[in-house]
């Protein structure tokens, strides 16, 4: 269950290094997600970032209370944000799959992650959005003395952004 905040004063000014934002299971509004996406520091075309706004895929009895409307996509892709569900873009314009090119396995891990894709490069963050690692080609990550916890892993594979999580747990 998200913690219940004042959305309409949740300010990121000055946030410039966030690159992954997990927001699910909180109860924005509309108005406040607005005025939450115009404090988003901007990113690029290349370096997009991920607004994870809704998660029913990782936890589907979990109630979701954020109201969702396509301007809040539109409103995020124009700083280069992603509004997210956990698995896949929540607009049309851009999806965002797990698919046969970028996969990682097991997505609960004790000492590594193996990765099956032709990526050209990856960043692993927390889910507080710090970069913990950099990967160009690599085929495992050795998580044996990670910190227990969640991370997010954007790869480039082509010209599309993939997205994949993992749960560290010893």
């Avoid at 994870?52 to 969702?68: G, L, R, S, W």
């Amino acid at each position: 269950m998200g913690i219940d905040l004042n959305h309409n004063q949740l300010d990121f000014t000055g946030c410039e290094s966030l690159k992954v934002l997990d927001i699910s299971f909180n109860k924005f509004t509309i108005e406040g997600t607005l005025k939450m996406i115009e404090t988003l520091p901007s990113a690029t075309a290349d370096e997009k970032g991920t607004i994870v706004y809704t998660n029913k895929v990782d936890f589907p009895n979990e109630k979701e209370e954020n109201q969702y409307a396509p301007i809040l996509s539109e409103k995020a892709n124009a700083k280069h944000w992603i509004m997210s569900d956990g698995e896949s873009d929540l607009s049309v314009k851009e999806i965002i799959t797990h698919n046969s090119t970028f996969a990682l396995y097991p997505t609960l891990a004790d000492k590594m992650v193996y990765i099956d894709g032709n990526y050209r490069e990856a960043s692993i963050f927390t889910m507080n959005g710090v970069l913990v690692g950099q990967l160009n080609g690599e085929e495992s990550i050795d998580t044996s003395h990670w910190t227990e916890g969640t991370y997010i892993v954007k790869a480039k594979v082509g010209d599309k952004e993939h997205i994949a999580q993992f749960v560290v747990q010893h």
